[in-house]
C-alpha cells in the first residue's frame, strides 16, 4: 500500500454525533510523509496529529513518520470544508498516480459550489427515499395487521406476538357447533370461516396452507348441519349485499342518464328559436321572427 488517505473531523466524542471541521490527512510511504490539508488552515492540526500519532503505534519502523501542512485551496465561507476535503482527496490522488509532488494543491472554488450543490441534492434524494420507504414499510405493516392470521385460525400460529396478522379472539361456540350461541353483533369474538372443500368433500387439497378453518368431522358429525347452514346463510348475506349494491348502482346511472337526457333538451329548447332563424332566414318564406313558427 503506497498511499492512505484519511479524513479528519474535529469531533472528540466519538460515539456522538458531533463535529464542526474537516480535512484531510494523507500518508506516502515513498516519503515516509504524512501530508495535512486542511481548507481553514491550522484549525484541524491538532486532530490530525492525534490520529497520526495512533496510526503511527501500529505501524512498522524505527523512524517516525515525518508531518507536513500542505499548501492547499483556502476556502472562502465557513460552510465548505466538507466539499473542499473531498476535492483534496480527489486532486492529491491524481498527483498520487502521476508521482507528483503532494506539498501543494489546489483545487477551484468554482468546483467546490458546484459539488456542495450535488451533494446537497444526493442528500435530500436519499432522505426521501428513506422515507418512502419508511411510509411504505408502516403501511405494509399495519395493513398486514389489520387482517387475521390464517394460522391463527387452526390455532397453529408459533409467532406468538411476533407475527404481523391479528391474534384476535375466536368463538369457541361458532368453531365446536358451526354456530354462535348470541348474536354474532353482540358476541365480539371472531368467527373463522370453515374450509368449503373440508366441509363439503371431507378432504381438503391445500393441507396446511389452506387459510379457512378445518374441522374434525368425525367429533363434528352431529354439527355438520349447522355449518353448512351456516355456510348457507352467510354465502346468502353475501348475494343480497351484492344485489345492494347493484341495484344502489344501477339506480344512480339511471339517474345520471336521465339528468344528461334532461339537459339536453333544455339545451335544445332554449336554442330553438335560434335553430329555425338559422335554417329559414334565407328562405323566401322568412318575412320576420314573428312568422317562423308559422311556416309550421
Known amino acids: 500500500m503506497e498511499y492512505i488517505f484519511f479524513p479528519v473531523n474535529d469531533n472528540e466524542l466519538v460515539d456522538k454525533s458531533e463535529g464542526s471541521h474537516w480535512s484531510l490527512l494523507v500518508y506516502s510511504k515513498n516519503d515516509h510523509t504524512w501530508y495535512h490539508l486542511d481548507s481553514q488552515r491550522g484549525l484541524n492540526n491538532k486532530h ?58 489546489e483545487v477551484s472554488t468554482l468546483e467546490a459550489s458546484k459539488m456542495r450543490i450535488i451533494i446537497r441534492d444526493l442528500i435530500l434524494v436519499e432522505k426521501h427515499m428513506a422515507q418512502n420507504k419508511r411510509n411504505r414499510t408502516k403501511e405494509t405493516n399495519q395493513m398486514e395487521s389489520e387482517q387475521i392470521c390464517h394460522y391463527w385460525r387452526k390455532y397453529r400460529c408459533k409467532k406468538g406476538n411476533k407475527c404481523l396478522f391479528n391474534h384476535p379472539k375466536l368463538c369457541e361456540s361458532h368453531i365446536k357447533t358451526g ?87 333544455n339545451d335544445w329548447s332554449n336554442g330553438e328559436n335560434y335553430w329555425y332563424k338559422d335554417d329559414y332566414s334565407n328562405s323566401d318564406r322568412y318575412e320576420n321572427e314573428n312568422t317562423i313558427h308559422q311556416t309550421f
Open 48 to 105: 490530525a496529529r492525534c490520529l497520526m500519532t495512533k496510526v503511527n503505534a501500529i505501524m512498522d519502523g524505527e523512524t517516525p513518520p515525518k508531518f507536513v501542512v500542505t499548501n492547499c485551496t483556502q476556502q472562502d465561507n465557513g460552510y465548505d470544508c466538507g466539499t473542499f476535503t473531498m476535492l483534496h482527496a480527489q486532486e492529491m490522488a491524481k498527483k498520487a498516480v502521476e508521482k507528483l509532488h503532494l506539498d501543494t494543491c
Open 179 to 265: 354456530e354462535c350461541r348470541e348474536v354474532k353483533k353482540t358476541c365480539g369474538n371472531y368467527h373463522p370461516i370453515i374450509c368449503r372443500n373440508n366441509l363439503r368433500n371431507e378432504k381438503c387439497n391445500y393441507g396446511d396452507r389452506c387459510k379457512f378453518r378445518h374441522i374434525n368431522r368425525e367429533d363434528n358429525r352431529e354439527n355438520l348441519s349447522n355449518y353448512y347452514v351456516s355456510e348457507d346463510r352467510n354465502r346468502n348475506w353475501q348475494n343480497r349485499n351484492r344485489g345492494k349494491e347493484r341495484y344502489n348502482e344501477g339506480n344512480l346511472m339511471y339517474s345520471e342518464s336521465h339528468n344528461q337526457i334532461g339537459q339536453q333538451y
